[in-house]
């Protein structure tokens, strides 16, 4: 029997993303769209169990992949306000983050940059809160979520704070023209001499720690991957075309192996172990989202350039996720794999 929680995500998926999708990409994901998923039980995703969480993932990136980038941006300030040292913070924002009633967006990939911080955070000189300074390169769901979960390095610590953003003293933000996911409201903002309150912040740990988490992390291929490959082999069979059947015949067949096992390393491998064999199947499965997509683009013909066709935008958002929670180490396998082609 399927799991509640994907058959929510399914029926959401076909009734209300995919039908939208071209449209979200192009004018920006409602907030509808996530009061939708809060309806369905969908914001605390992160209680599930990980298969679950996989195929809901896997269903809502397929149907609509800006939708899913806002919904699962917002489950790490879920997690962050989860495991952090602030009971206080913990009771007041936890239910309304699990609830869906506040929306969370997050800032964290600039603290994988090596040298100077491009976000950084001191205390303050009055000994009240914190100060953070510099610029986030990359901030989703700027006009859609309430808070934002800031990590700001101070030293070697990074500390997270949960704050509005939108609205506070020393807070600009700058549109950015994104080729892929403009429906994401992703912004560039900047900071500058922003005032944090300690009741705004979740927790402080050293940087070491959460680097080598984030890398272990993500040394393992995204749902949203083999989610976006399953939706361009679906759109493929329905052309009832016989060379893209056997296209997408070859690349389910391709699918399902790359799936099972990145799926059994993440479920009964500790994770930072085997990190060279995760690294190349989760190349293998974006290299397999591009040749999919492109596959549905050569179908499409000059029909699939048209902002409204969904061949060009899952092309696009296959283009997106190879570079979605991009390290040195995952850059390098990427290369690997294409050379090796």
């Known amino acids: 029997m399927e799991h509640p929680a994907v058959a929510a995500a ?23 769209h996530l009061d939708a998923l809060a309806h369905a039980g969908l914001m605390n995703a992160v209680d599930l169990p990980g298969p679950v969480a996989r ?32 009971e206080a913070l913990r009771e007041r924002l936890l239910p309304r983050l699990t609830s869906g009633t506040d929306l969370a967006g997050v800032a964290f990939t600039h603290l994988r940059r090596p040298g100077p911080p491009p976000v950084s955070a001191r205390r303050a000189d009055d000994g009240a809160g914190w100060v953070f300074d510099g610029e986030i390169a990359w901030l989703t769901s700027w006009e859609l979520a309430d808070l934002f979960c800031v990590g700001a390095q101070a030293g070697d610590d990074v500390v997270w704070a ?29 900071l500058d001499q922003v005032r944090v309150s300690d009741e705004e912040v979740a927790l402080v740990e050293p940087l070491a720690s959460w680097r080598a988490t984030d890398a272990a992390r993500t040394a393992d291929v995204s749902a949203a991957v083999f989610g976006v490959t399953a939706e361009a ?3 493929l069979r329905e052309r009832d075309d016989q060379a893209a059947t056997a296209v997408a015949d070859a690349a389910e067949a391709r ?15 500790p994770a930072g172990e085997r990190v060279e064999e995760r690294l190349a199947l989760r190349a293998q499965a974006h290299l397999l989202a591009c040749r999919a997509t492109t596959a549905l683009v050569t179908l499409g013909a000059g029909r699939a350039m048209l902002l409204d066709a969904p061949a060009q935008r899952l092309a696009r958002v296959a283009q997106f996720l190879l570079v979605q929670g991009q390290t040195a180490a ?12």
């Open 10 to 32: 399914r029926e959401l998926a076909d009734s209300l993303l995919r039908p939208s999708a071209e449209r979200v990409d192009t004018d920006g994901v409602p907030r509808s």
């Open 55 to 86: 195929e809901v993932a896997e269903l809502l990136a397929g149907a609509d992949a800006s939708t899913w980038f806002v919904w699962t941006q917002h489950h790490t300030p879920v997690r962050t306000v989860a495991r952090g040292t602030n």
């Open 162 to 190: 949960l704050v509005a953003l939108r609205g506070m003293a020393g807070v600009t933000a700058e549109s950015l023209a994104l080729a892929a996911m403009g429906g994401t409201s992703t912004m560039r903002v900047r």
């Open 233 to 235: 082999l679906r759109r």
């Open 255 to 269: 699918l399902h192996e790359l799936r099972t096992a990145a799926y059994a390393l993440i479920d009964d491998v």
């Open 330 to 341: 995952v850059r390098e396998a990427t290369l690997r794999a294409l050379a090796d082609q």
